[in-house]
């Protein structure tokens, strides 16, 4: 309150109760400071004002290299106080989703240097992330055997394209169980039980069902135990329909139970249902299907990494060959990019992740 024409003037501020005489105390000696020779009064007046609050915001703290990947995690915005953090996941993910689309040891070299980069320029966040995808990158390469599109080695177990295809799906259909699993979990800490059990516990179980069927419908398990050295027990469509019977027959109990003891709760679970419903069907067929992105760019990396070195054969080839990589990389990696944060973000975190809560800033005083 600037109030200069009555010579007066009024400062506030909040400061935790314990330090109120601190405070005072420090008043006091820079009053003492800069107007010994004037004359002049102040008060010192306090006032209590307590605003509560149903939750704490929470403020996150994980090893350096996880806290990096809070970048990624928050761009849907912080975890609430009653929900798993996604940070773990996203660490664990994001490379190596890239990394499966990406992978080349060449390339993923040069994405390290890109990450050396970004930490001498003050990027470390970036640097930690762009590090561990680059060590994704790098170790997919040495599994595929490839360095800048030359057959360093050859695979222990070829793998063909259609194989690829059947893993990716498979491990989209193990990562989407995963989010689910993560959807009870968040349900029960924000102690809403009745949801959780009667409603997306027999999901659950139907979402396995249909996610079973259509491993079986597309003979993921035959095509991945045709190679000698792959071990894989797939369900089948037989414990499809048991699993999906026995979720069906879990809700309709569910519903029944509730009438008797969860009357508020049962408006919940059913207002909740048709959306729950689409999206178990939707995970079960088409978010599976998502996931065959990963050997889709991979095969597309590395076709057009092998066609690039056939310019080895005209004039300047090097120099051709070098810039048609680069060319690969920024492409390859702006694509790889997209979508491993497309197969982050709809695909995985939508599952389970609402990020409603607020990281805490405090001011400072310079």
């Not at 006032?47 to 761009?75: D, G, M, N, V």
């Not at 762009?130 to 793998?159: C, D, K, M, N, V």
């Not at 009870?184 to 249909?210: C, D, F, H, K, Q």
Request: with cysteine; net charge neutral.
């Amino acid at each position: 309150d600037f109030n200069w024409e009555r010579n007066a003037v009024t400062v506030s501020f909040y400061v935790i109760e314990k330090d109120l005489k601190l405070i005072d105390e420090i008043l006091a000696e820079i009053i003492a400071r800069f107007y010994v020779a004037t004359s002049f009064s102040y008060k010192f007046q306090i006032s209590t004002k307590f605003i509560y609050i149903e939750e704490a915001p929470r403020a996150e703290r994980w090893p350096r290299p996880l806290q990096a990947f809070t970048t990624l995690a928050y761009w849907i915005g912080p975890p609430g106080p009653k929900e798993v953090s996604p940070v773990p996941l996203v660490a664990v993910l994001f490379p190596l989703y890239f990394g499966w689309m990406f992978g080349d040891v060449g390339h993923g070299l040069l994405l390290a240097l890109f990450a050396w980069l970004l930490y001498k320029m003050g990027k470390e966040d970036w640097a930690w992330i762009w590090g561990f995808t680059s060590l994704s990158a790098t170790l997919f390469g040495l599994y595929y055997g490839e360095a800048f599109g030359i057959r360093i080695r050859e695979a222990e177990i070829g793998i063909t394209p259609l194989e690829g295809i059947a893993s990716a799906i498979l491990f989209g259909f193990t990562v989407l169980l995963i989010a689910f699993i993560l959807k009870l979990v968040n349900l029960a800490l924000r102690r809403e039980y009745y949801v959780a059990a009667g409603l997306y516990a027999p999901l659950l179980l139907l979402y396995t069902s249909i996610g079973a069927l259509v491993l079986g419908l597309f003979e993921v398990p035959q095509i991945l135990v045709s190679k000698p050295g792959i071990w894989l027990v797939a369900p089948l469509p037989e414990m499809a329909s048991t699993l999906a019977l026995l979720g069906v027959s879990w809700l309709g109990l569910s519903i029944v139970y509730g009438r008797v003891k969860y009357v508020k709760e049962l408006k919940v679970l059913c207002s909740e249902l048709p959306i729950a419903f689409i999206e178990t069907f939707m995970a079960g067929i088409a978010n599976i299907f998502s996931f065959v992105r990963l050997e889709i760019l991979h095969i597309l990396h590395a076709t057009l990494t092998h066609l690039s070195l056939r310019a080895l054969a005209l004039p300047g080839g090097v120099v051709l060959v070098i810039f048609l990589q680069l060319l690969i990389i920024i492409g390859e990696g702006f694509f790889a990019s997209i979508q491993s944060l497309r197969l982050l973000y709809y695909e995985t975190l939508t599952k389970f992740y609402e990020g409603t809560g607020r990281v805490f800033k405090p001011y400072k005083l310079e």
